[in-house]
Nanobody
Framework: QVQLVESGGGLVQPGGSLRLSCAAS????????MSWYRQAPGKEREFVAQ????????KYADSVKGRFTISRDNAKNTVSLQMNSLTPEDTAVFYC?????????????WGRGTQVTVSS
């Protein structure tokens, strides 16, 4: 059974850091581009960061560039998001997203999300 499970969310003060992880199972992990999305209360889900299957390329939303870093470990089937200099505007549910490249598909996989709350 294909599954994405996020962890690492929580409550952090402004300026603090958190590291999110997503564990994937039931798939050939290196065949998937992995991304993080987030959804703040009352807002649409938005793209945060992406890393290619080999980990050789990343891209970020402008709002997180220089603060967040996405990485992956294909040996452990995990993708992580290191979040630094957090602000209350980063408060959201963060979702792990996987899109298979080989063979290609337009249907992504989603995790259930992990809550990140930035507040003093």
């Amino acid at each position: 059974q294909v599954q994405l499970v996020e962890s690492g969310g929580g409550l952090v003060q402004p300026g603090g850091s958190l590291r999110l992880s997503c564990a994937a199972s039931g798939l050939t992990f290196s065949n998937y581009n992995m991304s993080w999305y987030r959804q703040a209360p009352g807002k649409e889900r938005e793209f945060v960061a992406q890393i290619t299957g080999t980990g050789g390329s990343t891209k970020y939303a402008d709002s997180v560039k220089g603060r967040f870093t996405i990485s992956r470990d294909n040996a452990k089937n995990t993708v992580s998001l290191q979040m630094n200099s957090l602000t209350p505007e980063d408060t959201a549910v963060f979702y792990c997203h996987a899109l298979r490249l080989f063979p290609p598909t337009s249907i992504p996989l989603w995790g259930r999300g992990t809550q990140v709350t930035v507040s003093s």
